[in-house]
């Protein structure tokens, strides 16, 4: 069901975070997520949302950034840092 979700929200940013707030939910209910647990669910939103940026996840420390969580980067330029904090 997560990838036919995913599959729509390519085209759909309403498909795309409906996608992403059911994953996390269904992390939550678990009773066992971390922060960490929720990063997949970041990243696919992050990528269904906007197919011209690459994301990566854990990427190198970057100068007056730090170490974000994401990298995201759009032909050879970094276009943005995420970073996921607990939910």
Do not use: C, W
């Amino acid at each position: 069901m997560l990838l036919s979700a995913l599959m729509t929200s390519r085209h759909d940013p309403h498909a795309a975070v409906r996608a992403y707030l059911d994953e996390v939910q269904r992390n939550l209910k678990s009773g066992l997520a971390k922060e960490l647990t929720h990063r997949r669910a970041l990243q696919n939103l992050l990528e269904a949302l906007d197919s011209t940026v690459t994301v990566i996840h854990e990427g190198q420390h970057i100068i007056d950034v730090g170490a974000p969580d994401f990298i995201l980067r759009r032909r050879d330029s970094n276009v943005g840092f995420p970073d996921e904090v607990s939910l």
